[in-house]
Structure formats: C-alpha cells, structure tokens
C-alpha cells in the first residue's frame, strides 16, 4: 500500500520536533549565558549530550579584561540547556587568569 505523501504542516511540524544542531545549541547557550552575566562568552571547552536529551556544557566567559590580556580574569561556566537549545541552570566553576596554565 503506497504511503501517502507528508503534508507541508506535517513536514514542518517534524522539522520542529527535530533537535537543533549541536552548533546551534553552542551559539545559543553562548549568547544567553553572555546576556545573562553581561560579559563576553569566549569559548566552549567542552560539550556533551545527557540521556535526557539535554545538552551540558563548559563555557569560558571573559569576566575582567586587562592589560596585558594575558592577565585578563576568566571563568568557566558548567551550563545546562534542554533539548531545544534553551539554557536552564549555569554556575561558575572556575576563576583563572587568561596566561596561567593548570596545575597538575
């Protein structure tokens, strides 16, 4: 029995349940995080998708800029945004000038 053929309105409505891609989801997460705290989010250094569908990132957000820049103040961000790219829960982690390497 041959399929009958999707609809435009079922076509766009699959298109809406699809999940954005995941660098969609890292520009999002990026610029909400950055309005939120009203400082530049630079980087993500990590990212990864939970089992429920939602995204958790880690995101590096220039927190104090100096002179030189090596000596700016950033911070990393752990961020969660659900399955449709909106951020949900953020804490900082992480505070750390731009030139100095982890310790091990």
């Known amino acids: ?46 990212c990864g998708r939970r089992e429920d569908g939602n995204w958790h990132l880690t995101v590096e957000v220039l927190e104090l800029p100096r002179v030189p820049d090596t000596m700016s103040l950033l911070a990393s961000y752990d961020v969660d945004v659900d399955h449709h790219g909106h951020l949900i829960g953020y804490r900082r982690t992480r505070r750390y000038e731009r030139g100095r390497a982890d310790r091990r």
């Open 1 to 46: 029995m041959p399929r009958a053929p999707e609809s435009r309105a079922d076509s766009e409505t699959a298109e809406a349940q699809r999940p954005p891609p995941v660098t969609e989801v890292i520009r999002t997460a990026m610029e909400q995080l950055a309005l939120l705290l009203d400082q530049p989010a630079e980087a993500v250094s990590s």
